[in-house]
């Protein structure tokens, strides 16, 4: 999956805190497709955010809010 600085600015509310809700949990179908048409690459079912990436959306909690 593309890196997490590129597409996360990119999201829409909904889907940032669809992620910020479900730390861990696979990818919803809306949050891939998103995803998928930010960076143009596939993103299959069952992707799960990294640790890494888990803990950047934490540091982005206060623009979710």
Same mark, same amino acid.
């Given at each position: 999956?593309?890196? #997490? ?7 829409? #509310? ?5 992620? &910020? @809700? ?8 809306? &949050? ?5 048409? #930010? /960076?143009? @690459? ?5 992707? &799960?955010?990294?640790?890494?990436? &888990? @803990?950047? #959306?934490? /540091? ?6």
């Amino acid at each position: 999956m593309h890196d #997490i600085h590129e597409w996360w600015p990119e999201l829409s #509310i909904g889907a940032k805190h669809a992620l &910020v @809700e479900a730390p861990g949990k696979p990818l919803t179908d809306e &949050v891939r497709e998103e995803i998928a048409a #930010i /960076t143009g @690459e596939e993103i299959p079912p069952q992707s &799960v955010l990294s640790h890494d990436d &888990v @803990e950047f #959306i934490e /540091t982005q909690r206060e623009q979710v809010d």
